[in-house]
């Protein structure tokens, strides 16, 4: 069955940086968009970055353009969320999403300390 796992989340202090990984497998990861979405406490889950399945084009949430860069490995049926200069206001769970088929992943939760 189709399965998106994603890790790399955790505690990191106002300006640093994680890298979050989503290991896809059950479909054909290299013919599928990818997508990151994240949820904060109270908030509603939104996109914040979007690769094609070649990997070549890439779009952005204005909230995270510039600091987050998002890429993915079809030979490892992977994609990644390299995320730079982390503010509080990043905290969130963030899932992983692929758009075809349509399934998500259960969340990594990413914390930022001021």
């Known amino acids: 069955q189709v399965q998106l796992v994603e890790s790399g989340g955790g505690l990191v202090q106002s300006g640093g940086s994680l890298r979050l990984s989503c290991a896809a497998s059950?479909?054909?990861?290299?013919?599928?968009?990818m997508s990151w979405y994240r949820q904060a406490p109270g908030k509603e889950r939104y996109l914040i970055a979007t690769?094609?399945?070649?990997?070549?084009?890439?779009s952005y949430a204005d909230s995270v353009k510039g600091r987050f860069t998002i890429s993915r490995d079809n030979a490892k049926n992977t994609v990644y969320l390299q995320m730079n200069s982390l503010k509080p206001e990043d905290t969130a769970v963030y899932y992983c999403y692929s758009i075809s088929p349509g399934y998500w992943g259960k969340g990594t939760l990413v914390t930022v300390a001021s």
């Open positions: 059950g479909f054909t990861f290299s013919r599928s968009a």
């Open positions: 690769i094609d399945s070649a990997g070549v084009r890439t």
